[in-house]
């Protein structure tokens, strides 16, 4: 499975009425919709915050598994702490989540 390549950006489209938040790769690559809203019951600024932030998340996800990925091997070189195995775990389960190997 390959996801597409980052990185990966936000933006916000918005009508008078309607609109929505992308997360997008280079020019035209969409990766997905986040939240669409606009004149719809129940919104509030909090609950827009919150899918803007989700948004943001998603969007640094790419950077966050090359992130992980390059510190694995120093975790497991260097890790001698009664933690670092459980780091070492940590690093290891979510990029097999991200990757989903």
């Known amino acids: 499975m390959s996801y597409t390549p980052g990185p990966w950006r936000v933006l916000h489209f918005a009508s008078e009425n309607k609109g929505f938040i992308a997360v997008v790769a280079g020019e035209k690559d969409h990766v997905c919709d986040v939240f ?10 909090r609950e827009m915050e919150q899918h803007k932030a989700n948004a943001c998340l ?5 950077d966050l598994l090359a992130a992980l990925e390059a510190v694995r091997p120093i975790v497991a070189r260097d890790g001698d702490g009664p933690d670092d195995q459980a780091v070492f775990n940590l690093l290891c389960e979510a990029i097999a989540k991200a990757t989903q190997s």
């Open 36 to 45: 669409p809203f606009g004149a719809r019951a129940g919104s509030s600024e």
């Open 58 to 62: 998603i969007a640094a996800a790419p």
